[in-house]
């Protein structure tokens, strides 16, 4: 680990302490330490809170996109929401004390997002967010407070999309801290294109090269929980399964509650075949690379996570998002996404339309263009420069 008194020339060098939590976090810290390592004028140190902990949610991703290995885990695992923030505050707060940070780095909307945020807070850290300034206006999404929460404390906020950046200065942000830098989910998918480009995950799923397939995800409490809604989602599906085989990746949270509804639930992947038998082969969490590696060949994407909208939009392909907002509009107005509720009879609508005239995306959405985490870096070196990197 790194001694507070190392120094770049006359400067000292910039202690970041990156906090990553949950499976979308790893994907965006993956090219913001690969930008931090380049530069001596940073020292890097990684904490995991061991929020997402599974092989297959947590170290598959650390190895698909070259991710060095944590130097703390916080190990705070599953629990409830106020459960789980507490113990990543009470876990981060001695080791913020011992290595006295210039600054605490949190990307996306997750808890330990939140947790990591105060915590630094509290202690007087400076504090940036990575994708700031998302918002779906549904404070019933436990992201969406955790957005609002962590915004509202940090001093750097990087935003990916112009929306980002309306909605901060709603809210009475001071204008220089908000910094519109693009999209690091997008320099970790063009980053990482060669590998993904060669996945295996064809073979493994038993999909015949330029096979017709769907993609589908679905892990939001408001979808999954309620087994009323989650047979009405299931129901789209085998309807719409007759016209296109799907593949679902499932989520360990949903797993048990696609059990009870007697799908999906087996004790892992489902056997190759399931995908021509049933039209939907229900299979495990996959790693990064093979995910994206099935997304870009899909010919449509049904989803209720966030990132996803992004990648499909990036990669050209069409999206149905399964839930009633969402909080990245720049996929719909310049990419390839439609938000469309979870009402079965509309899903199956607006999926066989969209297979039938698949939307085109014309333009990339503003600055993602695969050098968002170099923007960040030079964004935060600018400040260490201004400050001495003196600890504040
Ligand atoms: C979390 C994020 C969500 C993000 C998602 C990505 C919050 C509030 N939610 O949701 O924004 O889209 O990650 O996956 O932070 N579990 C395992 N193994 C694991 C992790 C979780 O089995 O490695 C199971 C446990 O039963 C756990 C449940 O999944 O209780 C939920 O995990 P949790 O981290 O609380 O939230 P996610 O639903 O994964």
């Known amino acids: 680990m790194s001694s507070p008194s ?5 400067l000292s060098a910039m202690r970041i302490v990156n906090i990553v939590g949950a499976r979308p976090n790893f994907v965006k810290i993956a090219p913001l330490i690969r930008a931090m390592t380049r530069r001596p004028a940073f020292v890097p140190t990684l904490i995991h809170t061991g929020q997402h902990y599974d092989q297959a949610m947590s170290e598959r991703f650390f190895q698909d996109l070259e991710i060095r290995p944590p130097d703390f885990n916080l190990e705070v695992g599953s629990g409830s929401h106020a459960l789980q923030t507490a113990q990543v505050m009470q876990r981060l707060d001695p080791i913020l004390d011992a290595l006295r940070p210039h600054l605490v780095l949190v990307v996306g909307d997750v808890n330990s997002t939140l947790a990591a945020a105060i915590t630094a807070v509290k ?63 997008i320099d970790a998918l063009e980053g990482s294109r060669r590998q993904w480009e060669s996945s295996s995950i064809f073979d493994k799923l038993g999909v015949e090269p330029g096979a017709t397939y769907a993609v589908l995800t679905l892990h939001r409490p408001s979808n999954v929980d309620d087994p009323g809604a ?19 990746p499932v989520h360990p949270r949903v797993k048990q509650r696609l059990a009870r509804q007697g799908c999906g639930g087996g004790a892992a992947t489902e056997p190759p075949d399931r995908l021509r038998s049933k039209g939907i082969a229900y299979v495990d969490p996959l790693g990064y690379l093979d995910f994206v590696a099935l997304v870009s060949r899909a010919r449509l994407v049904l989803t209720d996570s966030g990132g996803i909208q992004e990648e499909a939009t990036m990669l050209g392909v069409p999206c149905l998002t399964l839930r009633e907002t969402t909080e990245r509009p720049v996929t719909v107005t310049h990419g390839t996404n439609r938000v469309i509720g979870s009402d079965p009879g509309r899903i199956l609508d607006e999926a066989l339309q969209t297979l039938a005239h698949p939307p085109r995306r014309d333009r990339t959405p503003p600055l993602w263009d695969g050098h968002a985490a170099e923007r960040i870096v030079e964004v935060l070196d600018a400040h260490r420069r201004a400050k001495g990197s003196t600890p504040e």
């Open 123 to 185: 202690r007087g850290i400076t504090v940036a967010h990575v994708e700031a300034g998302l918002r779906s206006f549904d404070r019933s999404m436990p992201e969406e407070i955790n957005r609002i929460l962590t915004d509202a404390v940090a001093d750097f906020l990087f935003v990916t999309e112009e929306s980002g950046r309306l909605n901060l200065l709603r809210e009475g942000i001071d204008p220089a801290k908000i910094h519109f830098v693009g999209n690091v989910m």
């Open 230 to 248: 989650l047979a009405n989602f299931l129901e789209a599906f085998e309807t719409l399964a007759r016209h296109i085989p799907l593949v679902f």
């Open 6 to 10: 190392e120094s770049v020339g006359a």
